[in-house]
């Protein structure tokens, strides 16, 4: 058994005897997450890259945390004018959002 929760064992028990810990690997979180936890007898495995997204066609729906990947989501398409208009523009974490327009009387409204 390793003395810190930060070990993991590197080599198998022989027999109750033989013993080696090693200091458990952490995953850079800059660019890489955890894809496997570790166990009391493997060090965690890291991922090898992040997802990127490919603004303006794609947005970040889910950020990047230490066990999963960041998601990317295609940008909505232009709003259907003159029934729709765009409410919120799309920027590089969220996505384009279209309201019905409001049709306006023109001797009354513009």
């Given at each position: 058994?390793?003395?810190?929760?930060?070990?993991?064992?590197?080599?198998?028990?022989?027999?109750?005897?033989?013993?080696?810990?090693?200091?458990?690997?952490?995953?850079?979180?800059?660019?890489?997450?955890?894809?496997?936890?570790?166990?009391?007898?493997?060090?965690?495995?890291?991922?090898?890259?992040?997802?990127?997204?490919?603004?303006?066609?794609?947005?970040?729906?889910?950020?990047?945390?230490?066990?999963?990947?960041?998601?990317c989501l295609r940008v909505a398409a232009e709003?259907?004018?003159?029934?729709?208009?765009?409410?919120?523009?799309?920027?590089?974490?969220?996505?384009?959002?279209?309201a019905n327009a409001t049709q306006c009387t023109?001797?009354?409204?513009?």
């Amino acid at each position: 058994r390793c003395a810190t929760p930060a070990q993991s064992l590197r080599l198998p028990r022989q027999q109750q005897r033989l013993t080696a810990c090693a200091t458990r690997w952490l995953c850079n979180a800059s660019v890489s997450y955890e894809v496997r936890p570790p166990t009391p007898t493997s060090d965690r495995e890291c991922s090898s890259s992040l997802t990127t997204c490919h603004w303006p066609v794609e947005f970040e729906a889910a950020a990047v945390t230490p066990t999963s990947d960041r998601q990317c989501l295609r940008v909505a398409a232009e709003c259907a004018f003159p029934q729709e208009i765009e409410h919120s523009a799309p920027t590089p974490t969220t996505d384009r959002v279209c309201a019905n327009a409001t049709q306006c009387t023109p001797e009354l409204e513009y």
